[in-house]
């Protein structure tokens, strides 16, 4: 089997990091480096384990796409910071100041970037993924909105979720995903998906529909094959439904009208990458990379992702 093309969520990886890491990992000025070190770690050792031969680390251009919010005012809007008029997301004071200094060790790294402006690094990473027709695909993330897009055909497109940390990594496959959360083993990415708008994430603004949980939605679309089913079955009063269940759907039916357009990842995003995604065979200049080393205190994480790269 060919080598994967890995895909970096890497708000996501950094978020975890910085709160994974001490803050009193500093750089010489008191900036801290804890997301730095922690996320530079995380591409060192997704390099080791996964062995890529192409690697993006996908970014945020926009981080609540306004296609988003017009559908779905609510869409991530308690996570806006005060006085932004919505422009921008609330992150831990420290950990601002490290996003530049991540671009600037994958830059210095040789290390490809890809973004699209107006959307989300999710919406990056299911066009990348919709797109590849050579090699399989492994998503690196610690969000579960991502198990979207397993699938086991044209090429085979698992995600390694790092939710509890890189040595509690679970590979999510088909199988392995309808395993965990009830569903068919077949077209287990869209049953995720049509299970999760049903759900919902209070973290994004999602209601859900009221009184359906997770296991319920699973069951239901094992049964019933899709959510467009549910929908056109609650709408049918001669359906199998109860009362309860068809009014269930019927009350969210301004939700669930939007939702797929929300939370289904983009297919046909404009990605940009700042390089080639090849992953290079050394640093594309080890001298700025051991100039970032010093001048932020990075200490054994440069180390260990320069070895990842001579591999």
Known sequence: ???????????????????AQPDSLTAPDGTSVNAVRGFTDTVARVLTDRRPKRLVACLDADWRPQFRVDLLPSYKAHRVAEGSGGAEEEVPDTLGPQVPII???????????????????????????????????????????????????????????????WAKAETLDEQALAAKYGLPEHGTGKAYLDMSIMRGDPSDGLPGVAGIGEKTAAKLITEHGSLQALIELAADPGSPFTAKMRQRFLDAGDYLAVAPKVVAVAADAGVELSTSDAVPDGPADEAALRELQQRWNLGGSVDRLIAALNG
């Open 103 to 165: 671009l600037d060790v994958l830059a210095a790294a040789g290390i490809a970037t890809g973004e699209a402006a107006g959307f989300e690094a999710d919406d990056v990473i299911g066009t990348l993924t919709t797109a590849e027709s050579t090699d399989p695909v492994e998503v690196i993330t610690g969000d579960r909105d991502l198990f979207q897009l397993v699938r086991a055909e044209p090429t085979r497109v698992r995600v390694i979720y790092n939710g509890r940390g």
């Open 1 to 19: 089997m060919n080598a994967p093309l890995v895909l970096l969520d890497s708000a996501s990886l950094y978020f975890r990091a910085y709160f």
